[in-house]
């Protein structure tokens, strides 16, 4: 049963009718993930018809998020309008989660209702609609908080998402803390969007971006890790999930030994968060970065937490409204964290769609959620197997689910290309992530990245495009 949300129509997730899942395969075993029933997944039921969305939005911030006591991925499948379309004459199978997921029904309705019968400006309105929008816009950043295990809303600055969060790190705290002779440890896995922001700070500051290697199974060499750690680090920079292997690295312990030489620690969580639960308490992060894009959420959307000691040192990066307490040509001062660090009008409709998507996700059981990600994860891996030529790039034993691979004989864009005529959606080039590539000889690769609403049939689809693609030659 679902639970209204403050938008007046349910957000939390899949209503108690779905088809329920028992006990969970093995870990590691490569037989298709079941439901309950024992039935390997197979055709998405309908998407149910859209709830009417009314405004205003006037739930609690400290709402607690109702649990849904079981998980299949029909469940995820129903909710999700797009996945239910054709492609060039077939039912879409959409392999390209890690670039962007798709949006629940409850997102695209909490977005238009927000347009439709709630849209205002936030914080200095006195009016009705003013103080409905601010109410909606603070519950996000509070449920963000609850989201990633923050201690207080107030810990929590939004942003168009992970680039621009980091670029803000970099930017208002990297500015202020790094000199010349500093170093920046960054592992050659990450994202561009991890390497290139400290390497513009560390141009304009004299600092040293210093990179840190791989192993050949595409985990973090973490003895060069230690040996490049000194009293000279200042800041460490790693991804929780990489975007092109699915290496999960030990982020935590890293974490430990980097604030052993007082260095502070930056998380790229953009490939986790939809994957499996995030405690920025327990990880002991100093900042962690998100997109909504990737959580289900819309584009232009996402999230910065850091230590409140730290947000407090914070100078601000833009200047203009909301930022601010009073203005004037001979004195301005600013308004406290969060929002110092918020200049202008914010993506409210995007912070809406962002509370919604917290929403969906956490109504799942998310550790069946994770769990049947890795046996998905593991029957993939064993199928692609059978694909004559094909060569799966990354072997860490802790990933999520993606598989990013070549095969003998064809260009990447033709491979993407092919399995687009099957309606099979990947992705290829260099996933901006060129250092993790080059790591294995490679200029670029396809890549199937999943996600809970992904299912074996899907797996099985996209092989026998494969195999179809290698016996056309």
């Given at each position: 049963?679902?639970?209204?949300?403050?938008l007046?129509?349910?957000?939390?997730?899949?209503?108690?009718?779905?088809?329920?899942?028992?006990?969970?395969?093995?870990?590691?075993?490569?037989?298709?993930?079941?439901?309950?029933?024992?039935a390997?997944?197979?055709?998405?039921?309908?998407?149910?018809?859209?709830?009417?969305?009314?405004?205003?939005?006037?739930?609690?911030?400290?709402?607690?998020?109702?649990?849904?006591?079981?998980?299949?991925?029909?469940?995820?499948?129903?909710?999700?309008?797009?996945?239910?379309?054709?492609?060039?004459?077939?039912?879409?199978?959409?392999?390209?989660?890690?670039a962007?997921?798709?949006?629940?029904?409850?997102?695209?309705?909490?977005v238009?209702?927000?347009?439709?019968?709630?849209?205002?400006?936030?914080?200095?309105?006195?009016?009705?609609?003013?103080?409905?929008?601010?109410?909606?816009?603070?519950?996000?950043?509070?449920?963000?908080?609850?989201?990633?295990?923050?201690?207080?809303?107030?810990?929590?600055?939004?942003?168009?998402?992970?680039?621009?969060?980091?670029?803000?790190v970099?930017?208002?705290?990297?500015?202020?803390?790094?000199?010349?002779?500093?170093?920046?440890?960054?592992?050659?896995l990450?994202?561009?969007?991890?390497?290139?922001?400290?390497?513009?700070?560390?141009?304009?500051?004299?600092?040293?971006?210093?990179?840190?290697?791989?192993?050949?199974?595409?985990?973090?060499?973490?003895?060069?890790?230690?040996?490049?750690?000194?009293?000279?680090?200042?800041?460490?920079?790693?991804?929780?999930?990489?975007?092109?292997?699915?290496?999960?690295?030990?982020?935590?312990e890293m974490?430990?030994?980097?604030?052993?030489?007082?260095?502070?620690?930056?998380?790229?969580?953009?490939?986790?968060?939809?994957?499996?639960?995030?405690?920025v308490?327990?990880?002991?992060?100093?900042?962690?970065?998100?997109?909504?894009?990737?959580?289900?959420?819309?584009?232009?959307?996402?999230?910065?937490?850091?230590?409140?000691?730290?947000?407090?040192?914070?100078?601000?990066?833009?200047?203009?409204?909301?930022?601010?307490?009073?203005?004037?040509?001979?004195?301005?001062?600013?308004?406290?964290?969060?929002?110092?660090?918020?200049?202008?009008?914010?993506?409210?409709?995007?912070?809406?769609?962002?509370?919604?998507?917290?929403?969906?996700?956490?109504g799942?059981?998310?550790?069946?959620?994770?769990?049947?990600?890795?046996?998905?994860?593991?029957?993939?891996?064993?199928?692609?197997?059978?694909?004559?030529?094909?060569?799966?790039?990354?072997s860490?034993?802790?990933?999520?689910?993606?598989?990013?691979?070549?095969?003998?004989?064809?260009?990447?864009?033709?491979?993407?290309?092919?399995?687009?005529?099957?309606?099979?959606?990947?992705?290829?080039?260099?996933?901006?992530?060129?250092?993790?590539?080059?790591?294995?000889?490679?200029?670029?690769?396809?890549?199937?990245?999943?996600?809970?609403?992904?299912?074996?049939?899907?797996?099985?689809?996209?092989?026998?495009?494969?195999?179809?693609?290698?016996?056309?030659?």
């Open positions: 049963m679902t639970t209204p949300d403050l007046g129509f349910p957000l939390t997730g899949p209503d108690a009718t779905g088809v329920p899942t028992g006990a969970a395969p093995a870990a590691g075993t490569t037989a298709p993930p079941t439901t309950a029933a024992g390997t997944t197979g055709a998405p039921a309908p998407a149910p018809e859209s709830a009417g969305a009314t405004w205003p939005g006037t739930a609690p911030t400290d709402r607690q998020f109702s649990q849904q006591p079981s998980f299949t991925p029909e469940l995820a499948r129903r909710d999700v309008p797009i996945l239910h379309r054709t492609v060039n004459g077939k039912p879409l199978v959409w392999l390209d989660n890690g962007t997921t798709h949006k629940p029904r409850q997102v695209i309705e909490a238009s209702g927000f347009y439709g019968a709630g849209n205002s400006n936030i914080h200095r309105g006195a009016h009705t609609m003013a103080r409905e929008a601010t109410e909606a816009y603070e519950a996000g950043r509070a449920a963000v908080a609850r989201f990633l295990g923050a201690g207080s809303p107030d810990e929590i600055v939004f942003a168009r998402g992970t680039t621009e969060a980091i670029n803000l970099a930017q208002s705290w990297g500015r202020a803390n790094l000199g010349p002779g500093d170093d920046i440890l960054v592992p050659v990450e994202h561009h969007s991890n390497i290139v922001p400290w390497q513009l700070v560390a141009k304009e500051t004299r600092a040293r971006v210093v990179p840190v290697p791989l192993r050949p199974d595409g985990q973090i060499d973490l003895d060069a890790y230690a040996d490049r750690l000194s009293m000279r680090t200042r800041l460490v920079a790693l991804s929780q999930a990489s975007n092109v292997l699915g290496t999960v690295p030990p982020v935590k974490t430990a030994l980097a604030h052993r030489y007082r260095a502070k620690v930056l998380v790229d969580g953009a490939q986790a968060v939809a994957h499996f639960p995030v405690d308490a327990d990880l002991d992060a100093d900042f962690y970065v998100f997109s909504g894009h990737k959580l289900f959420a819309p584009t232009g959307i996402g999230a910065l937490y850091a230590k409140p000691e730290i947000l407090q040192t914070m100078a601000p990066w833009q200047g203009g409204g909301n930022m601010i307490e009073s203005v004037s040509f001979d004195r301005t001062s600013y308004a406290p964290v969060p929002h110092l660090l918020e200049a202008g009008t914010g993506h409210i409709a995007g912070v809406v769609g962002l509370l919604a998507a917290i929403n969906w996700l956490t799942f059981d998310r550790p069946a959620v994770a769990a049947y990600e890795t046996e998905l994860l593991a029957y993939a891996q064993q199928a692609l197997a059978a694909v004559p030529g094909l060569d799966l790039i990354g860490a034993a802790d990933r999520i689910a993606v598989l990013t691979f070549t095969m003998a004989g064809h260009d990447p864009g033709r491979i993407a290309d092919w399995l687009d005529r099957d309606g099979i959606a990947v992705r290829a080039g260099h996933h901006c992530a060129q250092p993790a590539l080059a790591h294995y000889g490679l200029e670029s690769a396809a890549r199937a990245s999943l996600a809970l609403y992904n299912t074996p049939e899907e797996v099985d689809q996209l092989v026998a495009s494969l195999q179809r693609l290698q016996q056309s030659d």
